[in-house]
């Protein structure tokens, strides 16, 4: 799999070390309000995990599954909810995590979408974030790490489902994406 890869950008050790410190930030930040997460599948499930362990408060957490991609590296533009019921967010501090904002799209129809019902705040968290022109205009509380405008895989991420395994991030070959 790490073959695959035209070049690393972050090793598990340094997606941790930044973890400990938007864990931190965020214990800081909700220290005295409880915290709903809801964590966007799949793509934010490996960060989910080793972010919300490094979070010493009581909290409650839902997940919430969209489809966006339809398989290629492009965003399709149109989000559809694949789950029928929306976790409840009524009344309660809303924290969404993801994997990676590129266009946009798909936090930005998932931030409205909860806001229908009413939530106290809501905060976006996200591990990456393409340095782009964004379709949507989201901004997101916390980042993890900066790119560039280039496809990368693993720690969560995929390219048609795989990679997601990969302890690390990094740039996946050209050849390997189907044009
Ligand atoms: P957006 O709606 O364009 O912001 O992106 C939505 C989703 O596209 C993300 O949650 C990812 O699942 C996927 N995505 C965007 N860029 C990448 C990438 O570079 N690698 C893998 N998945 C990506
Ligand atoms: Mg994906």
Same mark, same amino acid.
């Given at each position: 799999?790490?073959?695959?890869?035209?070049?690393? &950008?972050?090793?598990?050790?340094?997606?941790?070390?930044?973890?400990?410190?938007?864990?931190?930030?965020?214990?800081?930040? %909700?220290?005295?309000?409880?915290?709903? /997460?809801?964590? /966007?599948?799949?793509?934010?499930?490996?960060?989910?995990?080793?972010? &919300?362990?490094?979070?010493?408060?009581?909290?409650?957490?839902?997940?919430?599954?969209?489809?966006? %991609?339809? @398989?290629?590296?492009?965003? =399709? @533009? +149109?989000?559809?909810?694949?789950?029928?019921?929306?976790?409840?967010?009524?009344?309660?501090?809303?924290?969404?995590?993801?994997?990676?904002?590129?266009? @946009? &799209?798909?936090?930005? =129809?998932?931030?409205?979408?909860?806001?229908?019902?009413?939530? &106290?705040?809501?905060? /976006?968290?996200?591990?990456?974030?393409?340095?782009?022109?964004?379709?949507?205009?989201?901004?997101?509380? $916390?980042?993890?790490? +900066?790119?560039?405008?280039?496809?990368?895989?693993? %720690?969560?991420?995929? $390219?048609?489902?795989? $990679?997601?395994?990969?302890?690390?991030?990094? /740039?996946?070959?050209?050849?390997?994406?189907?044009?």
């Amino acid at each position: 799999m790490q073959d695959d890869l035209e070049r690393v &950008l972050f090793d598990g050790p340094t997606i941790l070390r930044r973890l400990d410190e938007i864990a931190a930030q965020i214990s800081t930040d %909700y220290h005295d309000r409880e915290l709903t /997460v809801i964590a /966007v599948l799949n793509g934010s499930l490996i960060f989910m995990a080793d972010l &919300l362990r490094r979070i010493p408060l009581p909290l409650k957490l839902d997940c919430l599954s969209v489809a966006s %991609y339809h @398989g290629g590296t492009r965003s =399709a @533009g +149109e989000v559809v909810f694949k789950q029928i019921m929306l976790p409840d967010v009524a009344g309660r501090h809303i924290l969404i995590l993801d994997d990676i904002l590129d266009s @946009g &799209l798909t936090l930005n =129809a998932i931030r409205r979408k909860l806001e229908e019902a009413k939530p &106290l705040s809501v905060r /976006v968290c996200v591990l990456l974030e393409k340095k782009i022109e964004r379709a949507a205009r989201v901004e997101a509380d $916390y980042v993890g790490f +900066e790119i560039g405008n280039e496809f990368v895989v693993g %720690y969560g991420l995929d $390219y048609m489902e795989r $990679y997601r395994n990969l302890p690390c991030i990094g /740039v996946l070959r050209k050849e390997l994406i189907a044009s």
